[in-house]
């Protein structure tokens, strides 16, 4: 006997927390806001605590339908719930961060305007991100995907009446919509070819399926469609554009959503259809590659840009492209590793980030930071964790999730592994090149000077709230500050759960995930014939590979290596030389333009995509369709019927007589169609 | 005997008088003086029917006829003269109050 979870109550805890605070919160003081808030997101992340207490004693996956939602012919769709291993790691992570940033967030959102608004939105992206991950099928899945794509435009668009933000909201939003194009068409042929959207069946329909390792049948097309959304929503190559201009919204929001857990909903999505992928090899390769060159691409990018959140912003898609690749090369689990500790060190950098931002009176330019590590020591030494741990030195967390992948990378194919160590090297060069411009050297900004007026605030995003009197660099106030400590913790020690076998741990983690991923694999239920075929797999797949463990731990001390060569690199040229990046961006002058430009992909998008489509929709679909047809359409028949009527309308005359004459005349001719008739 | 068609015909005759003197004429008391020429018209035809065929009905249906056209006349007459009480005037293009 299963006890009743209602895990439904999960996600509807902070949709009533939306609802009260969006439609009451006007009303209410900042302490009432704040306090239905923290209640509804605390209760959903107590009631997560609460489930993986019990979780050990649950017959999983854990279904629960609450009532059919869809009913047609033979197919239904039901409102369920499922948990299983999988939902629980993301709904621990999911519940806990975005309950530790909604903590943030009365700090660093106490002065702003539309303060009730920001927290109905932050409840309402809980409800859809956490519908996400503990829905039964991919239609429920669907609603919570569109809706944490809803939340995302509305809190990057926060600050609406600033240009750049609606902008950038549109774009996250648009861009996302040519994801969701992909996976709704996945979603169809799903339909098609498996009568069910629900996990299990499809994914009981989808097993005795020998992977298409020869040529490329419904399943790679499912798989590919998915992918297309998992690009969209976790910002990959090419539809990762919109996540950097995402970073016009408030930074807790940047923590939560593109950082901690929106943009990881497309590798949970990945990981949860794993099933399909497994069938589907060449599919796998084309995860593989777009994680890797994902990784790579922004990666590089990352290093020329001067904003610390576009930073961040670019570290984050190489990041994700990371969890990509573990999952193209099959290995789930490893991904699933990444973005748990991804969203503990990265929303942890985001959050002190903002700290850093709330500090220097809304300052987001690097260049005119520097030696902030005595004026904001807590902020400081947080972020020291995170930058290690995202730069994968050990024993924080980064280190074991970036090097697990890295070595079933290298399982896959040498290439993957290569352009995963060097991105390493570049990720571990950017951060500690952010770190040092933050908090090392001299302080280049004026924050001491000017921070008390309105005006100083003016050119960046936090204009609103950040100007404001109070003086000079300051650390942030306690409710800022602890939840960056208990990320902090949780950077150092999440990774403890993964640690490898060839480093003396167990990998936990991984036998934790394992009924989720290894049960399935094409390998247990395929033929023997087959066999030879899912060779690589079946390597991966299994929990630690026999061989080699001492040529893991070279790989290990490699990709160390490569974490402190970025370190030193950085502290040379930004620390011990500092006039030598100049001299660096003059030299390679062509390349350096090119990098701090993003490699024009803005503009070659605009070029290629934005602007015929503007000027088709202006041209054709405006003035063509719209003025010339459906308005046409519209406005003639009312004129045509306003014609006609002023025509017709004489006849109204009121003369009595006139009336009587037309009946007269309606009579003669009644009559003498009669005759007609009746003489023919 | 007169045949019926000659009845007929005189019937339309009366019937198309008092449609032309509903149609022209402006007095109100001649309006209703061609109403009753209609009706009478009406009339002269069934009574033509009712000898050609040899039934009754058609007469007694005269009768009716007449019935409602007397009681017409009272509420008509008693109308038109608190119209002109009222008005001054027997002009119907003149009451056209009602008219937009």
């Given at each position: 006997?299963?006890?009743?979870?209602?895990?439904?109550?999960?996600?509807?805890?902070?949709?009533?927390?939306?609802?009260?605070?969006?439609?009451?919160?006007?009303?209410?003081?900042?302490?009432?806001?704040?306090?239905?808030?923290?209640?509804?997101?605390?209760?959903?992340?107590?009631?997560?605590?609460?489930?993986?207490?019990?979780?050990?004693?649950?017959?999983?996956?854990?279904?629960?339908?609450?009532?059919?939602?869809?009913?047609?012919?033979?197919?239904?769709?039901?409102?369920?719930?499922?948990?299983?291993?999988?939902?629980?790691?993301?709904?621990?992570?999911?519940?806990?961060?975005?309950?530790?940033?909604?903590?943030?967030?009365?700090?660093?959102?106490?002065?702003?305007?539309?303060?009730?608004?920001?927290?109905?939105?932050?409840?309402?992206?809980?409800?859809?991100?956490?519908?996400?991950?503990?829905?039964?099928?991919?239609?429920?899945?669907?609603?919570?995907?569109?809706?944490?794509?809803?939340?995302?435009?509305?809190?990057?668009?926060?600050?609406?009446?600033?240009?750049?933000?609606?902008?950038?909201?549109?774009?996250?939003?648009?861009?996302?919509?040519?994801?969701?194009?992909?996976?709704?068409?996945?979603?169809?042929?799903?339909?098609?070819?498996?009568?069910?959207?629900?996990?299990?069946?499809?994914?009981?329909?989808?097993?005795?399926?020998?992977?298409?390792t020869?040529?490329?049948?419904?399943?790679?097309?499912?798989?590919?469609?998915?992918?297309?959304?998992?690009?969209?929503?976790?910002?990959?190559?090419?539809?990762?554009?919109?996540l950097?201009?995402?970073?016009?919204g408030?930074?807790?929001?940047?923590?939560?959503?593109?950082?901690?857990?929106?943009?990881?909903?497309?590798?949970?999505?990945?990981?949860?259809?794993?099933?399909?992928?497994?069938?589907?090899?060449?599919?796998?390769?084309?995860?593989?590659?777009?994680?890797?060159l994902?990784a790579?691409?922004?990666?590089?990018?990352?290093?020329?840009?001067?904003?610390?959140?576009?930073?961040?912003?670019?570290?984050?898609?190489?990041?994700?492209?990371?969890?990509?690749?573990?999952?193209?090369?099959?290995?789930?689990?490893?991904?699933?590793?990444?973005?748990?500790?991804?969203?503990?060190?990265?929303g942890?950098?985001?959050?002190?980030?903002?700290s850093?931002?709330?500090?220097?009176?809304?300052?987001?330019?690097?260049?005119?930071?520097?030696?902030l590590?005595?004026?904001?020591?807590?902020?400081?030494?947080?972020?020291?964790?995170?930058?290690?741990?995202?730069a994968?030195?050990?024993?924080?967390?980064?280190?074991?999730?970036?090097?697990?992948?890295?070595?079933?990378?290298?399982?896959?194919?040498?290439?993957?592994?290569?352009?995963?160590?060097t991105?390493?090297?570049?990720?571990?060069?950017?951060?500690?090149?952010?770190?040092?411009?933050?908090?090392?050297?001299?302080?280049?900004?004026?924050?001491?000077?000017?921070?008390?007026?309105?005006?100083?605030?003016?050119?960046?995003?936090?204009?609103?709230?950040?100007?404001?009197?109070?003086?000079g660099?300051?650390?942030?106030?306690?409710?800022?500050?602890?939840?960056?400590?208990?990320?902090?913790?949780l950077?150092?020690?999440?990774?403890?759960?993964?640690?490898?076998?060839?480093?003396g741990?167990?990998?936990?983690?991984?036998?934790?995930?394992?009924?989720?991923f290894?049960?399935?694999?094409?390998?247990?239920?395929?033929?023997?014939?087959?066999?030879?075929?899912?060779?690589p797999?079946?390597?991966?797949?299994?929990?630690?590979?026999?061989?080699?463990?001492?040529?893991?731990l070279?790989?290990?001390?490699?990709?160390?290596?490569?974490?402190?060569?970025?370190?030193?690199?950085?502290?040379l040229?930004?620390?011990?030389?500092?006039?030598?990046?100049?001299?660096?961006?003059?030299?390679?002058?062509?390349?350096?333009?090119?990098?701090?430009?993003?490699?024009?992909?803005?503009?070659?998008?605009?070029?290629?995509?934005?602007?015929?489509?503007?000027?088709?929709?202006?041209?054709?679909?405006?003035?063509?369709?719209?003025?010339?047809?459906?308005?046409?359409?519209l406005?003639?028949?009312?004129?045509?019927?306003?014609?006609?009527?002023?025509?017709?309308?004489?006849?109204?005359?009121?003369?009595?007589?006139?009336?009587?004459?037309?009946?007269?005349?309606?009579?003669?001719?009644?009559?003498?169609?009669?005759?007609?008739?009746?003489?023919? | 005997?007169?045949?019926?068609?000659?009845?007929?015909?005189?019937?339309?005759?009366?019937?198309?008088?008092?449609?032309?003197?509903?149609?022209?004429?402006?007095?109100?008391?001649?309006?209703?003086?061609?109403?009753?020429?209609?009706?009478?018209?009406?009339?002269l035809?069934?009574?033509?029917?009712?000898?050609?065929?040899?039934?009754?009905?058609?007469?007694?249906?005269?009768?009716?006829?007449?019935?409602?056209?007397?009681?017409?006349?009272?509420?008509?007459?008693?109308?038109?003269i608190?119209?002109?009480?009222?008005?001054?005037?027997?002009?119907?293009?003149?009451v056209?109050?009602?008219?937009?």
């Open positions: 006997m299963t006890p009743n979870l209602h895990l439904w109550l999960i996600p509807l805890l902070p949709l009533a927390g939306a609802a009260i605070n969006g439609l009451l919160g006007k009303r209410f003081s900042r302490q009432a806001v704040v306090s239905v808030a923290l209640a509804f997101s605390f209760a959903a992340f107590a009631m997560a605590l609460w489930i993986s207490a019990r979780f050990s004693t649950l017959t999983l996956p854990y279904q629960q339908t609450l009532a059919p939602w869809l009913k047609s012919g033979g197919f239904t769709v039901d409102f369920s719930f499922a948990l299983d291993q999988l939902s629980l790691v993301m709904l621990l992570v999911v519940s806990g961060v975005g309950f530790l940033i909604h903590i943030y967030s009365v700090g660093y959102m106490w002065e702003e305007s539309g303060f009730y608004r920001f927290f109905s939105y932050l409840n309402l992206f809980m409800f859809f991100m956490l519908t996400l991950i503990l829905a039964g099928n991919y239609l429920l899945m669907f609603v919570g995907w569109e809706g944490v794509g809803l939340a995302s435009y509305l809190l990057i668009g926060f600050w609406f009446t600033k240009d750049s933000a609606a902008a950038a909201g549109k774009k996250a939003f648009i861009v996302n919509r040519i994801g969701d194009f992909g996976f709704l068409i996945a979603l169809f042929l799903i339909i098609q070819h498996f009568g069910s959207l629900d996990f299990q069946q499809v994914f009981a329909a989808a097993k005795p399926f020998a992977a298409e020869t040529g490329a049948g419904f399943l790679t097309a499912i798989a590919l469609l998915l992918m297309v959304g998992a690009a969209g929503k976790s910002a990959q190559i090419p539809l990762y554009v919109w950097p201009d995402a970073m016009e408030p930074t807790p929001v940047s923590a939560l959503i593109h950082a901690a857990t929106m943009v990881t909903a497309g590798v949970y999505m990945v990981a949860r259809s794993h099933v399909i992928f497994e069938r589907a090899p060449s599919a796998l390769t084309v995860v593989a590659i777009i994680g890797v994902t790579f691409f922004a990666a590089t990018i990352g290093i020329a840009q001067t904003d610390i959140k576009k930073v961040l912003a670019y570290s984050t898609i190489s990041q994700l492209g990371y969890m990509f690749l573990a999952c193209g090369v099959a290995a789930f689990s490893a991904g699933i590793f990444h973005l748990m500790t991804h969203a503990f060190f990265k942890l950098l985001f959050l002190a980030a903002g850093v931002i709330h500090a220097v009176g809304g300052e987001q330019d690097m260049r005119k930071m520097g030696g590590r005595s004026k904001i020591p807590v902020t400081f030494w947080t972020m020291t964790i995170a930058t290690f741990a995202i994968g030195i050990p024993p924080l967390a980064g280190f074991f999730s970036k090097d697990e992948i890295l070595w079933r990378a290298y399982q896959a194919s040498w290439v993957y592994w290569l352009l995963g160590l991105t390493a090297f570049i990720t571990s060069f950017y951060m500690f090149r952010l770190w040092f411009m933050t908090f090392w050297g001299e302080y280049r900004g004026d924050a001491d000077a000017s921070a008390h007026g309105p005006a100083d605030g003016a050119s960046d995003s936090h204009s609103h709230g950040h100007g404001h009197g109070h003086g660099i300051h650390e942030s106030p306690w409710v800022m500050l602890a939840p960056l400590v208990i990320l902090a913790v950077s150092v020690v999440g990774g403890w759960v993964g640690v490898p076998g060839s480093l741990g167990s990998n936990r983690f991984d036998k934790f995930l394992s009924p989720v290894h049960t399935t694999s094409p390998s247990v239920n395929g033929e023997n014939a087959q066999a030879g075929a899912m060779a797999e079946k390597e991966v797949e299994g929990p630690e590979p026999k061989t080699g463990v001492s040529t893991e070279i790989f290990t001390g490699v990709s160390v290596a490569a974490g402190f060569l970025g370190l030193f690199l950085a502290w040229l930004y620390v011990r030389r500092p006039e030598l990046p100049d001299q660096i961006a003059a030299s390679i002058h062509g390349l350096y333009g090119a990098v701090a430009n993003k490699y024009w992909i803005d503009e070659l998008y605009s070029w290629i995509f934005v602007r015929p489509l503007v000027a088709i929709s202006g041209i054709v679909l405006w003035r063509g369709i719209d003025q010339g047809v459906i308005d046409a359409t406005n003639g028949s009312a004129g045509g019927a306003r014609d006609l009527s002023d025509n017709v309308r004489h006849m109204q005359s009121g003369n009595l007589r006139s009336y009587a004459g037309w009946i007269a005349i309606g009579a003669a001719a009644v009559i003498g169609y009669m005759i007609w008739v009746g003489t023919r | 005997m007169v045949p019926l068609s000659y009845y007929l015909v005189l019937s339309a005759i009366l019937f198309a008088c008092g449609v032309a003197g509903f149609l022209i004429k402006r007095n109100i008391i001649t309006i209703f003086m061609s109403i009753e020429l209609m009706l009478n018209g009406v009339n035809s069934f009574v033509a029917f009712a000898v050609e065929w040899d039934k009754l009905s058609g007469q007694v249906f005269v009768f009716f006829v007449m019935v409602v056209a007397a009681a017409e006349a009272a509420v008509g007459l008693a109308i038109i608190a119209l002109f009480r009222t008005r001054e005037t027997l002009n119907i293009d003149q056209n109050l009602l008219k937009l």
